[in-house]
């Protein structure tokens, strides 16, 4: 695991130490546990393999609350799951939300290696979709633009040359291109 910042409601707090223990449930492989400066707080999370050979991590919880994510936060194994910015939020309680924010996070759960000492991340599960809005937006104004050229060549195909006024039994217009 490895992230640059932690914070919740916007405060930064340390990690003291990172411990993994072997799941109590049937689902959850491991449990990852970050002890910090304040004994009374710590952040826990699950990890659960899926049949489809994914990762996800479950069960998010920081001083007694819930965290829940907008999207799954999952990877093939052979993957890391890696986020610039990944923010967590609670249920509302009188309308308010806590949030808990990792800044640069990625982290891989062992399941297809064995602990090694110059561990090093498998290739990046990035959390942002494959089609972000600038990649859609880019492609809406090259389809506009290609649409624009498509019509502008259709009307230039369809220019005749008038020829309302020719008279076809009268005399030809001859210009002599001598030279004097």
Known sequence: MFYTSVSYNG???????IS????????????VKLATADADKSLTFDVVYSDGG???LTNVAYAGQTFRSSGIINAPTTFSYACG???LETAAVD?????????????????S???????????SW????????????????VVILLDIIFIGICWMMDINTMDRFDDPKGKTITINAGAE
Do not use: H, R, W
């Not at 990035?126 to 104004?141: K, Q, R």
């Open 11 to 17: 405060v930064p707090f340390s990690v003291n130490s």
């Open 20 to 31: 993994i223990v072997n799941g109590t449930t049937p689902a959850t492989q491991f449990s």
């Open 54 to 56: 994914y990762f996800i």
């Open 85 to 87: 910015n990944l923010t």
């Open 95 to 111: 309308g308010l939300y806590n949030s808990l924010s990792f800044n640069s996070l990625q982290i891989q759960a062992p399941f």
């Open 113 to 123: 290696s064995i602990y090694k000492e110059g561990f090093v991340f498998g290739d």
């Open 126 to 141: 990035d959390c942002v979709g494959f089609v972000s809005p600038a990649i859609l937006m880019g492609l809406m104004v």
